[in-house]
């Protein structure tokens, strides 16, 4: 009896998948093909961008925005009607009249801010942001339809990311979009625990959804202290692209008058860099155009002769290479350079830079004097030749100073906070006692990662290129006070790439700092401290 018992509820529940099972494929052959629910009811998905931002609509619009913050029972309200116009003036579409009392500098910082925020999402989405594989009915009883969906996960810009962490609801009544509920499933940024924003749409008159009025509450908690946003929008006016005006059921015509001194605009920057506008309204985070800096390179290395010749008073040179065994001649060169540089950003991938600035070379090292005809001089009878033994090296010990002038050019671009740069600096350096000018191409090929606290992490490599043939003159006076020139041709083996790691920070708007390290054959300090403008 219990077999047969156990064998009536195996079978009622197979027949329950199998049903379950049919009533899946059923629903999803009934979704037409080439379509989902948002086309089968006449709904752009730019729809679910606007929900994220009002400023993903098309075209541009009014809005009357009142604004309460409880801080722990303390309660402050504030009014305000904000207006985005794209045509209005490249980087200041978005400004803000305030019909609130007198904002005190703390609020009217924070209101700036979030104007200069808002810049970051004024502009066309490349693509929609929702994701379509997450869009399903949760419930469809009668009129009603409600649709559930998500945002990327990739490929978002960084000033939207929190959208990840947001689910959306799209409730259809009669056939006709309502509103979009959007809650987080996971806390967000700044400390916000629980957030919630009911945005409402209407259909024009002339066609297409607008947004009419959007409620928001936010909730932030923090050391046990909680903060609770409540955001209220009406839209007051629309206009298309075209800026034709756009009408819509239960309009009510307002006109907005204000006074000067209660409009409130956040540019985005001068002239230069060009195209910095439209890289800011991207999402990019520019440094200010102009810059000057200090800074002090140093580095250490080691190199090898391969050539040595001298001459006296531009007569024929002589080969030295019998005499000395340059394989074995090696020379430690440290440089200490103190430099200056003023740069610019032409354009926001661009910029251009002069360098000036002087140095302090100390050479140390030896030139081996060639092994046989080191034993045969030394193997001569004292008689034939009154000289000392020969030794077995030249030591080389001494300082140089140079002047060092120059420019280049900065290649640089970033995804997220991923960052890549490529220095090419074109350097002369004048060695003034050998009385010579070298010609050094330095190219520095850098990758970054911008931090949440705003240090930017860079690792890359360094490369040195230069003519390694160098050729001057040092002056000596004989014992008759006559002025002879000693010339000289030197060519050794350098040392090409090492590697590199360092760091940026810019602080209180206007200063900025560096430092690199560069290991491996060649080490190297570099210490930057900047002011821009």
């Given at each position: 009896?219990?077999?047969?018992?156990?064998?009536?509820?195996?079978?009622?529940?197979?027949?329950?998948?199998?049903?379950?099972?049919?009533?899946?494929?059923?629903?999803?052959?009934?979704?037409?093909?080439?379509?989902?629910?948002?086309?089968?009811?006449?709904?752009?998905?730019?729809?679910?961008?606007?929900?994220?931002?009002?400023?993903?609509?098309?075209?541009?619009?009014?809005?009357?925005?009142?604004?309460?913050?409880?801080?722990?029972?303390?309660?402050?309200?504030?009014?305000?009607?904000?207006?985005?116009?794209?045509?209005?003036?490249?980087?200041?579409?978005?400004?803000?009249?305030?019909?609130?009392?007198?904002?005190?500098?703390?609020?009217?910082?924070?209101?700036?801010?979030?104007?200069?925020?808002?810049?970051?999402?004024?502009?066309?989405?490349?693509?929609?942001?929702?994701?379509?594989?997450?869009?399903?009915?949760?419930?469809?009883?009668?009129?009603?339809?409600?649709?559930?969906?998500?945002?990327?996960?990739?490929?978002?810009?960084?000033?939207?990311?929190?959208?990840?962490?947001?689910?959306?609801?799209?409730?259809?009544?009669?056939?006709?979009?309502?509103?979009?509920?959007?809650?987080?499933?996971?806390?967000?940024?700044?400390?916000?625990?629980?957030?919630?924003?009911?945005?409402?749409?209407?259909?024009?008159?002339?066609?297409?959804?607008?947004?009419?009025?959007?409620?928001?509450?936010?909730?932030?908690?923090?050391?046990?202290?909680?903060?609770?946003?409540?955001?209220?929008?009406?839209?007051?006016?629309?206009?298309?692209?075209?800026?034709?005006?756009?009408?819509?059921?239960?309009?009510?015509?307002?006109?907005?008058?204000?006074?000067?001194?209660?409009?409130?605009?956040?540019?985005?920057?001068?002239?230069?860099?060009?195209?910095?506008?439209?890289?800011?309204?991207?999402?990019?985070?520019?440094?200010?155009?102009?810059?000057v800096d200090v800074f002090v390179y140093a580095h250490d290395q080691q190199m090898d002769f391969t050539a040595l010749q001298v001459g006296f008073d531009g007569g024929d040179m002589v080969n030295l290479e019998n005499l000395f065994a340059l394989n074995e001649s090696t020379v430690s060169q440290s440089t200490f350079m103190p430099l200056a540089k003023a740069d610019v950003w032409i354009f926001p991938f661009l910029n251009v830079m002069a360098i000036v600035g002087g140095g302090q070379n100390r050479l140390d090292g030896e030139l081996v004097i060639n092994e046989d005809l080191r034993d045969f001089i030394n193997g001569l009878p004292g008689f034939i030749v009154d000289i000392p033994n020969v030794p077995h090296s030249i030591p080389i010990k001494t300082d140089i100073t140079s002047e060092v002038y120059g420019g280049g050019v900065t290649l640089a671009g970033?995804?997220?906070?991923?960052?890549?740069?490529?220095?090419?600096?074109?350097?002369?350096?004048?060695?003034?006692?050998?009385?010579?000018?070298?010609?050094?191409?330095?190219?520095?090929?850098?990758?970054?990662?911008?931090?949440?606290?705003?240090?930017?992490?860079?690792?890359?490599?360094?490369?040195?290129?230069?003519?390694?043939?160098?050729?001057?003159?040092?002056?000596?006076?004989?014992?008759?006070?006559?002025?002879?020139?000693?010339?000289?041709?030197?060519?050794?083996?350098?040392?090409?790439?090492?590697?590199?790691?360092?760091?940026?920070?810019?602080?209180?708007?206007?200063?900025?700092?560096?430092?690199?390290?560069?290991?491996?054959?060649?080490?190297?300090?570099?210490?930057?401290?900047?002011?821009?403008?």
């Open positions: 009896m219990k077999n047969i018992f156990t064998k009536k509820i195996a079978a009622v529940l197979v027949c329950s998948f199998v049903l379950l099972f049919q009533s899946n494929v059923f629903a999803q052959e009934a979704q037409p093909v080439n379509s989902n629910y948002l086309i089968e009811n006449g709904i752009s998905p730019r729809v679910l961008d606007a929900a994220v931002s009002s400023y993903m609509q098309d075209g541009s619009f009014t809005e009357d925005v009142v604004i309460k913050v409880n801080k722990g029972g303390d309660e402050r309200t504030f009014h305000v009607i904000l207006i985005y116009d794209p045509s209005y003036n490249e980087g200041m579409d978005i400004r803000i009249i305030n019909k609130s009392n007198k904002l005190s500098k703390k609020e009217l910082k924070a209101l700036k801010k979030y104007i200069e925020k808002s810049h970051f999402l004024s502009r066309m989405s490349e693509h929609y942001l929702y994701n379509e594989k997450s869009l399903k009915v949760i419930k469809n009883e009668g009129d009603n339809l409600v649709l559930e969906y998500y945002y990327q996960k990739n490929d978002i810009d960084p000033h939207l990311k929190y959208i990840k962490r947001i689910k959306g609801e799209i409730y259809i009544r009669n056939g006709e979009l309502k509103n979009v509920v959007l809650t987080n499933f996971k806390p967000l940024q700044n400390n916000v625990v629980d957030y919630r924003k009911e945005v409402y749409f209407i259909k024009t008159n002339e066609g297409g959804h607008i947004i009419s009025s959007i409620s928001e509450k936010i909730v932030s908690e923090k050391s046990g202290k909680k903060e609770e946003v409540e955001i209220i929008t009406n839209t007051l006016d629309y206009k298309d692209m075209s800026g034709n005006s756009l009408s819509w059921a239960g309009q009510k015509k307002t006109t907005v008058e204000y006074d000067k001194k209660d409009l409130i605009t956040v540019g985005l920057g001068g002239t230069l860099p060009f195209l910095g506008k439209a890289a800011t309204k991207m999402g990019y985070k520019l440094p200010r155009p102009v810059g970033g995804i997220a906070n991923v960052n890549l740069s490529v220095n090419y600096q074109l350097m002369f350096t004048k060695i003034v006692e050998a009385n010579t000018t070298n010609m050094v191409n330095v190219v520095t090929p850098m990758l970054g990662y911008m931090s949440p606290f705003g240090v930017n992490f860079m690792a890359g490599a360094q490369g040195q290129f230069y003519n390694t043939n160098i050729s001057g003159f040092i002056e000596l006076t004989d014992k008759d006070g006559n002025m002879h020139k000693l010339d000289y041709q030197v060519d050794f083996k350098p040392i090409q790439w090492n590697a590199v790691v360092g760091m940026y920070k810019n602080f209180a708007k206007h200063w900025e700092m560096s430092f690199q390290a560069g290991f491996g054959q060649r080490t190297s300090v570099t210490a930057i401290f900047g002011y821009r403008f």
